[in-house]
């Protein structure tokens, strides 16, 4: 049984986003409206659906077909900026869309070089606004293991509550065992808390378990409790905290 809700949201639920969105390609503007619309295409988060008056409809190239999806008829368009193209990355829909979609666009998220919710750089997809993440200071006692060996220890965590996540424990580098711990070179991002700064693989044995903690050095201001400090995934390590220790969820990091 889970002990963290899940994200909610069904398909094809369409509400307006309050929010100025802007994007760009080679360092052109492709689009800025505070007009956009939130569609839901699977439960998790949805996407943003622009305008076509907010869109610089100069840089669209039509590819002269279509494709047909829940939401309606979409036009399919290119992308060219110079000598920067991105085929098939948007689609233009029409008066059979779902309302509120007449003469919008959506855009393929990896389409564009940066996106952004005001002035801040989103990542990976858009951020759900019933989705909701809170970095709180905790004097819970966690420990943090992996085939008998002892990875962290800590009476001052940061904890991470996600929407459909499970709690992450975010630790004081002072209290990781580094002994066991590898630099990695994988980068990732988030929605919610920004880029991560580094990340660790660790050497249990003979054995080497791969990514398996990371840190984010410049968090979202939301999240800038964080900031410096390192987590593992709940997924692939054993946590015991309190005293007890905790089943290990699964979810798509398992």
Partial sequence: MRDYP????????????????????????????????????WPFYPHYYIPLGDVNRSLLIDEHRTERIRCGTGQVHGLQVGETSRPSSARCYGDDALPG?????????????NWFEEDEEVFVHPRNPYTRVDALRSTRHVRVELDGLVLAESASPALVFETGLPTRYYLNRTELNFEHLVASKTTTACPYK??????????????????????????????????????????KVDLVVDGERLTRPKTHFS
Avoid: K
């Fill in 6 to 41: 899940q994200a909610i949201g069904p398909d094809d639920r369409v509400e307006p986003v309050p929010r100025r969105i802007r994007a760009y390609l080679a360092g052109e503007l492709i689009l800025d409206t505070t007009r956009a619309q939130y569609v839901w295409e």
């Fill in 101 to 113: 979609l007449t003469d919008t666009v959506r855009f393929d998220w990896a389409a564009m070089d």
């Fill in 194 to 235: 920004g880029r991560t700064s580094r990340y660790w693989s660790v050497r249990a044995g003979d054995a080497v378990h791969p990514d398996l903690a990371w840190s984010y050095e410049f968090p979202t201001s939301a999240l800038m409790p964080i900031a410096g400090l390192i987590a593992f995934y709940n997924e």
